[in-house]
């Protein structure tokens, strides 16, 4: 069975002439840097936020915000114990150009049912090969936004 979200999951966009190998490079930092969420131990949250993020990481979202891989992996930790089970997910391909990247997420519980979507904004590492921060915003991304910077949106009326 195919989700209908699998092709905008898998097909991440770019401006023309960018390697499509660091725009893969980048999406699969974000999804080892989601992964951390669902490591059980301080430690091993750690271990995953080293392999995928500069050791001056910044998180922030609009609750909380942490520098650094340990007080990440503290801070990840202390919002799974509030919700056990709980395992955020990539939603979306990366929008992706420079050395940034956005997508959507969403948090499912242990049943796979969403319980909350959001978007986050990263920034890689000069080499691209780390994340250096994560930007988090809670909600659903609005979709009916008409006008950016003055300018009328594509599609819009």
Known sequence: MTSPDVGRYEQHTAP???DPELVRTAAGLVDMMLSAWSEPEQER??????SCCVPEVSYV???AEATGTAAVAELLGRLTAQFPGVR???SSALDFHHRYARFEWVIQNEA???LLQGLDVIVLSEEHDRI???ITFFGA?????????GVPAYGAP
């Open 16 to 18: 023309a002439g960018t």
């Open 141 to 149: 991304v609005n979709r009916t936004a008409t006008y950016t910077y």
């Open 132 to 134: 250096a921060s994560v």
């Open 61 to 63: 979202n609009l609750l």
């Open 88 to 90: 955020p997910v990539r």
């Open 112 to 114: 796979g049912q969403p």
């Open 45 to 50: 949250r750690r271990a995953v936020l080293d």
